[in-house]
Each structure stands twice: as structure tokens, then as C-alpha cells.
């Protein structure tokens, strides 16, 4: 199952949090939704990034706005 998880905290950054989606098609289905929310500050694959496609890939990426349009 794919799954896209965000934490917003009161600052403004957000945590992304994706599982269960194998390749570099990881981020291409987060980077539109990044794109909105602001600057990319950090990023970090797990381990299950590397693996192969036998097994699925999360990742946690962390962006800040400076502003809220919600």
C-alpha cells in the first residue's frame, strides 16, 4: 500500500513521510506536493530506499514555508 503522510508542525515545517513506493518514483509523486509547500531543507532516504524492489522504500523529507495559504 502507498502511503503519503504529513506533519505539520506549529512553525510552519512540514514532515513528509512516504512508504510503499519502490524506485525513483518516489519523488515523482512527491515533487508537485513539495513544490507547494515550500523549500525542501533536508532529506533522508531509509534504508529501504536502497533496497531492491523486492522490498518497498520510505522516506522522510522536510520542507518550511514561510507562509500558510490554508
Do not use: H
Not at 533496497?51 to 522504500?57: L, S, Y
Amino acid at each position: 500500500m502507498e502511503t503519503l503522510e504529513f506533519i505539520i508542525y506549529p512553525d510552519g515545517r512540514v514532515q513528509e513521510k512516504v512508504t510503499g513506493i519502490v524506485g525513483a518514483s518516489c519523488a515523482e509523486v512527491t515533487a508537485a506536493i513539495e513544490a507547494q509547500l515550500g523549500q525542501v531543507l533536508s532529506q533522508e532516504s531509509t534504508s529501504e530506499f536502497f533496497a531492491t524492489n523486492n522490498i518497498q522504500e520510505s522516506g522522510v523529507v522536510n520542507t518550511q514555508t514561510a507562509f500558510s495559504e490554508w
